[in-house]
C-alpha cells in the first residue's frame, strides 16, 4: 500500500492549492492566450481577477469549467441529456466506466449533467499522453482529474499500475469520491466498444481480497455515450488509412491537439448519456466462472453488455447499417430527409481527408462502419444478432 503522499504527483490539487496554481497559470504565456480563445467575451484580466476570487475546486468546476462546456454544448450539439440518474444515491461513490469517443468532452459532459442535477462530479483519470503542456497538467487537475502514466519504461509498469489502482480505491473508500474512467486506453476508434481487460487487471492490484470481491467493492456503474455525430469521425477514419499503409504508425501530439480542437468545436447533433445500474449485485454470478482470467473477462463482457444494452439511437446509426450491408432492413426508422441529411455529413466530412480522392472507398467504409458497430453490438447484447 502506498502512503498517500505518494499520489502527489498524479492526484487532482485540493482547494489549499488553487491560488498557488492560478498564479503559476497566470505567468503561462500559452495559457493567456487559451484564455482568449476559451473565453471571447472576458479580457485576460477580467479572466484571472475571478481566477483569484476562487478558494476551491468546486468553485472553479462551477464558475470556469461548467460555463464553457454549458457553451460547447449549447453551440456544437442540439441536445444533451441524461438519464439513469434516478438508481443512484447522491451519498456513494461510484466507478463509473463508460464507452469513449471525446477525448475531453465525454466526462467533462458527464460532470456538467451532474452537476445539473445536484450531484457531486467524479475525479476523472486521464492519460499523460495528453498533458504535453506543463500549464496543461495543472488545468486538467484543477478539474478533478489524476493522471495515468502511460508512457513508462516496462520496468515500472507494475509499480506505476499499483499506485493508480491504490489512488483509486483511496479515492473511493477514503474520501468518498466517484471516479470516471474509460473502458480502454484511448477511443474506440470504430465504435466497437470493448472494455480492456488490461484496466480491470489494473483495478483488481489494490485489493484485498479475491477478484470478485475486490470488483464489488468498487462498485461498478458502466455508462452508455451516444453521440449522433462525432466530430472526429473523419480522423478516425484516416487513421485507419495511415496504419493500413503503415503498421507502425503512431499518432503525434500535434494529431492529439487536433483531436482535442476537432472534439471541442465540432458539431455532434443530439448527445444522450444512460446510467445503467450498477452491476455489484451480478458479479457473484462470476465467482463459479474458471480461474480469474475467465473471471476478468466476465467482468468486461458483463461491462460490455450493460453499455451495449443502452445506446441511443439515430437515424444515421440505422442508415449505416442498410448502407454496410447493402440492405434496407430498417427503412422504417428514417426518411429520405434523414438519408439525404446522413449523406451530405459524411460526404462533407470526406472532404476534410487529403487523401479522400484515392482513397474514398475506404474512408467511406471506415464512417460507416463507426456508425454501424454501436447498433450490431446492441441486436448482439439483446441475444438477436442481426448479421
Request: glycine residues 4%; negative net charge.
Amino acid at each position: 500500500m502506498f502512503d498517500h503522499s505518494d499520489y502527489d504527483a498524479i492526484r487532482p490539487y485540493r482547494d489549499d492549492e488553487v491560488q498557488k496554481i492560478f498564479h503559476e497559470l497566470a505567468g503561462e504565456p500559452d495559457f493567456l492566450r487559451l484564455i482568449g480563445f476559451l473565453y471571447p467575451e472576458l479580457s485576460v484580466k477580467g479572466f484571472l481577477k475571478l481566477l483569484f476570487s476562487l478558494n476551491s475546486i468546486a468553485d472553479f468546476q462551477e464558475q470556469v469549467i461548467a460555463p464553457y462546456v454549458q457553451n460547447i454544448a449549447r453551440l456544437t450539439a442540439d441536445s444533451l441529456t441524461i438519464d439513469g440518474l434516478e438508481k443512484l444515491n447522491k451519498s456513494t461513490p461510484y466507478f463509473y466506466i463508460s464507452n469513449h469517443r471525446d477525448i475531453i468532452l465525454d466526462p467533462a459532459f458527464l460532470n456538467i449533467l451532474l452537476i445539473s442535477n445536484s450531484f457531486d462530479t467524479t475525479e476523472i483519470a486521464i492519460g499523460d499522453n495528453l498533458l504535453i503542456y506543463p500549464w496543461i497538467r495543472h488545468l486538467v487537475r484543477l478539474n478533478k482529474s489524476f493522471i495515468v502514466n502511460r508512457n513508462v519504461p516496462v520496468r515500472q509498469m507494475f509499480e506505476v499500475s499499483q499506485r493508480l489502482s491504490d489512488y483509486i480505491k483511496h479515492t473511493m473508500n477514503d474520501n468518498g469520491h466517484s471516479i470516471w474512467m474509460a473502458q480502454r486506453e484511448g477511443r474506440s476508434k470504430d465504435a466497437n466498444d470493448r472494455t480492456h481487460l488490461a484496466v480491470l487487471k489494473m483495478l483488481n492490484m489494490s485489493g484485498d481480497s479475491n477478484f470478485i470481491d475486490n470488483m464489488k467493492e468498487l462498485n461498478f456503474l458502466p455508462v452508455s455515450i451516444s453521440y449522433e455525430y462525432d466530430p472526429c469521425d473523419f480522423l478516425k477514419a484516416r487513421e485507419f488509412l495511415m496504419k493500413r499503409d503503415n503498421p507502425e504508425f503512431k499518432k503525434t501530439s500535434e494529431d492529439d491537439l487536433e483531436s482535442m480542437y476537432t472534439g471541442l468545436k465540432g458539431y455532434k447533433g443530439r448527445v444522450h448519456f444512460h446510467i445503467c445500474e450498477p452491476i455489484a449485485h451480478e458479479l457473484s454470478d462470476l465467482r463459479d466462472v474458471g480461474d480469474r482470467n475467465q473471471q476478468v473477462a466476465g467482468l468486461a463482457q458483463l461491462i460490455d453488455k450493460h453499455i451495449h444494452l443502452n445506446y441511443r439511437f439515430y437515424p444515421g446509426n440505422y442508415i449505416a447499417y442498410d448502407l454496410l450491408t447493402g440492405s434496407d432492413k430498417f427503412k422504417d426508422m428514417y426518411s429520405q430527409a434523414d438519408k439525404n441529411k446522413f449523406h451530405s455529413y459524411v460526404e462533407n466530412q470526406l472532404n476534410k481527408v487529403p487523401e479522400k480522392e484515392k482513397e474514398y472507398d475506404f474512408l467511406l467504409n471506415s464512417l460507416i462502419e463507426m456508425y454501424s458497430n454501436p447498433l450490431i453490438n446492441h441486436y448482439e447484447a439483446k441475444g438477436t444478432p442481426i448479421m
